[in-house]
């Protein structure tokens, strides 16, 4: 990510704006694993999930 890339990241006033930030960048530079794991923070964020804990499938309940 450059600099003007964390610059930016940095200026951002909220963790939603962080995110929003963080997400068109890497769409730019299409890196596309990374966009998913950004997307994946901000849902798991906005479930009130932890970000940072690993996701297993021994995690998800049976239906």
Known sequence: MSSS????LRAA????AIL???EQTLLEQQDFHRWFD???IRSRRELGLPITQPTSLRDIPEA
């Open 5 to 8: 890339a964390l610059e930016l």
């Open 13 to 16: 006033s909220s963790p939603a």
């Open 38 to 40: 950004a997307r994946m």
């Open 20 to 22: 929003d930030t963080l």
